[in-house]
């Protein structure tokens, strides 16, 4: 069971304010009975609750996708430089969102943000290895040894080696990239290819998980999950 309040506001992406005077105006009905008790009752998976003469949906949790552009760091705090809070609009800002998990300043791509924190906790917790694929740059040309390292681990000064990565090399010039990883130590690919003797020169996120990066996301763009991503990103954290 739900407050007609929280329903409306969450449906409708409403403040609980907005969401009252919505409500309080008599454009909302639960079962086709007129409601305008902000406080009533209702049960989300089988109540029909129309607004405007529009079927609403309940959704428990909010997914937004992120192409982050370089020059933002990734918190949700006040800070002195401009963070990826920043690029939301006003909307969204009243939602409790938080980024799942880092993106350096410089690094770009894909960034989820969501306000469900026991999936972002599965995602990110060590035990449950989920997969984030970069592309990358080196400013030294890379080599099958490089990668063969990567399979097997790399020390990057922490208590252990990295855990098994794939590196694929696709440029002529060997300097460019992907690389997918399990795990999201502070830096972790650049360290890793410091463990190599070699720098990153860019960075950019692609995929996490089942989410890839939209190519029609330009930089510094946000929209919502489709209900076919949710899902999916749903079931996927239920299977890992
Ligand atoms: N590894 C890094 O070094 N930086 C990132 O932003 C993400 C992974």
């Given amino acids: 069971m739900i407050r007609l309040d929280k329903y409306i506001a969450s449906a409708l992406t409403l403040t609980r304010k907005e969401a009252h005077t919505v409500i309080r105006q008599g454009r909302?009905?639960?079962?086709?009975k007129p409601v305008r008790d902000i406080g009533f009752k209702l049960d989300e998976t089988s109540s029909t609750v129309v607004c405007d003469g529009v079927a609403l949906t309940f959704q428990k949790f909010r997914y937004y996708i992120m192409n982050k552009p370089a020059g933002y760091i990734t918190s949700t705090?006040?800070?002195?430089?401009?963070?990826v809070m920043d690029l939301l609009p006003?909307?969204?800002?009243?939602?409790?969102?938080?980024?799942?998990?880092r993106l350096d300043k410089d690094t770009e791509g894909l960034l989820l943000l969501t306000d469900n924190g026991v999936l972002a906790h599965r995602m990110l917790s060590p035990k449950h290895h989920v997969d984030k694929t970069y592309y990358l740059e080196s400013d030294i040309p890379m080599t099958d040894d490089d990668a063969d390292a990567f399979l097997k681990g790399v020390d990057i000064g922490e208590k252990n080696i990295t855990l098994p990565a794939r590196l694929v090399i696709d440029s002529e010039d060997n300097r460019r990239g992907?690389?997918?990883?399990?795990?999201?130590?502070?830096?972790?690919?650049?360290?890793?290819?410091?463990?190599?003797?070699?720098?990153v020169t860019y960075l950019e996120r692609v995929a996490f998980a089942s989410l890839t990066l939209p190519s029609e996301l330009e930089r510094g763009e946000v929209r919502e999950l489709t209900p076919e991503e949710i899902e999916t990103l749903e079931n996927f954290n239920k299977s890992e």
């Fill in 77 to 83: 705090e006040e800070e002195r430089e401009p963070t």
């Fill in 178 to 199: 992907h690389i997918t990883l399990c795990e999201g130590k502070f830096h972790q690919i650049k360290r890793m290819l410091n463990a190599v003797g070699k720098n």
């Fill in 90 to 101: 006003e909307r969204l800002l009243k939602m409790n969102l938080f980024p799942v998990g």
């Fill in 28 to 32: 909302v009905t639960v079962d086709s």
